[in-house]
């Protein structure tokens, strides 16, 4: 039975923190932007990533459930990266061994990979092809370095069964747009204004974990704010301040399209969005400025709906009538944002700034849906209450 991750993180906090030496700030920034890749990896799927650790095990370690990745990252101006190179001193091989030595003394080495990322393209040398694509294949040659840099003859075979190698990672001058076209998979309803501000506070997150120091800013302030989901693990301190977890990534990105009420009522809990209305338009790919209207509107609406029901006892049955018939149209225009995915950007990336702009093109419509004068048919007030009615949980601002 696969031990319980708070059993696997106290044993990587035993092991010896990395000897990192000297790095270009270069490097150093390709690191960083590396661990933001792969944080956001942890959002993808129950099968994905819990956390990444940086700059304390490795350059990257990588914890699922009950493995660990170990990565060593390695940059190149020039030319191609052989297999002899790399069991070279100083160029990645020789830091995974001690990486791997330590995790058997902890006990962790047959949950853990070794693993190897290269910046830049491999060279063509049968040795190294072969090498590289299954490093049991190394030779003779190869396994004598590795005993030289200090690894036992008895755990050769274990180890290159556990070594990975990664050839041609993003450069330096193309990570940010590679990761940034990884984003926008993600929220293919924030334009890329918004996902660079989120890019700019996950990368000062990984660069201060990085670092080893508590991150500064809003990014400070979002951590803080973070609540952990009930099945996330108990951080040891060895390990905390170089730990990026899933719920410290949730609560400085935006809702995904796949996320549930459940996990947007968490978000509301760590104190990050303030309302279900909020939430359900960010998870619609609304912009700034239609997020700022429909609040407005809702505050105005809402403060109609209290005065009313204050001096009146006669407007239940009123109120749900009026949600039945608002409810059905603008469920009927948030199919029809659906139906035209296909050929509208808009009501493909951002359904609710779609469905916004259908509702407030003529206010006259939703005006006559209030057949008992509830809000004198002003038609910016029923959106409003529209509003108020999505802070029920009763629209989504989407098909559903």
């Given amino acids: 039975m696969a031990e319980p991750v708070e059993n696997l993180l106290e044993a990587l906090a035993r092991m010896e923190s990395e000897e990192t030496g000297t790095r270009t ?12 890749r792969h944080w956001l990896t942890c959002l993808k799927s129950d099968s994905a990533p819990i956390a990444i650790i940086c700059e304390k095990l490795e350059d990257l370690a990588i914890i699922y459930r009950d493995f660990v990745r170990f990565a060593q990252l390695k940059t190149r101006d020039r030319g191609s990266w052989s297999a002899n190179a790399t069991c070279d001193k100083g160029h990645g091989i020789d830091s995974l061994i001690r990486a791997y030595k330590g995790a058997r003394e902890v006990g962790v080495h047959e949950n853990s990979a070794f693993e190897l990322w290269l910046e830049g393209p491999m060279s063509d ?6 090498f590289f694509e299954n490093p049991t294949t190394a030779p003779s040659a190869l396994r004598t370095k590795m005993v030289t ?4 003859r008895g755990h050769i075979d274990d180890f290159l069964g556990r070594l990975f190698i990664h050839v041609k990672q993003p450069s330096r001058a193309h990570i940010d747009a590679v990761i940034l076209r990884e984003m926008a998979a993600l929220w293919p309803g924030q334009s890329i204004p918004e996902l660079e501000d989120v890019y700019t506070r996950l990368l000062e997150g990984a660069s201060a974990a ?4 508590p991150p500064n800013g809003v990014v400070r302030r979002l951590v803080a704010e973070c609540v952990a989901s009930p099945d996330e693990p108990t951080v040891p301190d060895d390990l905390a301040v170089h730990f990026l977890s899933r719920s410290q990534i949730t609560s400085m ?8 009420d459940q996990d947007l009522l968490e978000r509301m809990s760590a104190g990050e969005i303030t309302s279900m209305l909020e939430l359900k338009m960010r998870r619609a790919g609304v912009s700034p400025s239609v997020l700022q209207q429909a609040q407005d509107l809702r505050a105005q609406a809402d403060i109609s ?6 001096s009146r006892s006669d407007v239940d049955s009123q109120f749900a009538k009026l949600d039945t018939r608002i409810l059905t149209v603008a469920r009927a225009i948030a199919d029809k944002a659906s139906l035209n995915s296909a050929t509208n950007p808009v009501a493909a990336a951002r359904p ?5 702009a259908e509702l407030l093109s003529n206010p006259g419509i939703l005006g006559q849906l209030d057949k008992s004068d509830l809000f004198e048919g002003d038609g910016l007030e029923l ?3 529209l509003c108020h009615l999505s802070d029920a949980c009763r629209f989504p601002w989407r098909a559903a």
């Fill in 210 to 213: 990085q670092a080893g120091e």
């Fill in 125 to 130: 040398l049968k040795e190294t092809v072969s």
């Fill in 352 to 356: 609710a700034d779609y469905i916004s």
């Fill in 383 to 385: 959106y409003g209450y």
């Fill in 25 to 36: 700030f270069a490097r150093y920034q390709w690191q960083a932007k590396q661990a933001v």
């Fill in 305 to 310: 709906r209290q005065l009313l029901l204050a």
């Fill in 149 to 152: 840099l200090g690894l036992p």
């Fill in 253 to 260: 990105t935006p809702p995904l399209a796949s996320e549930t």
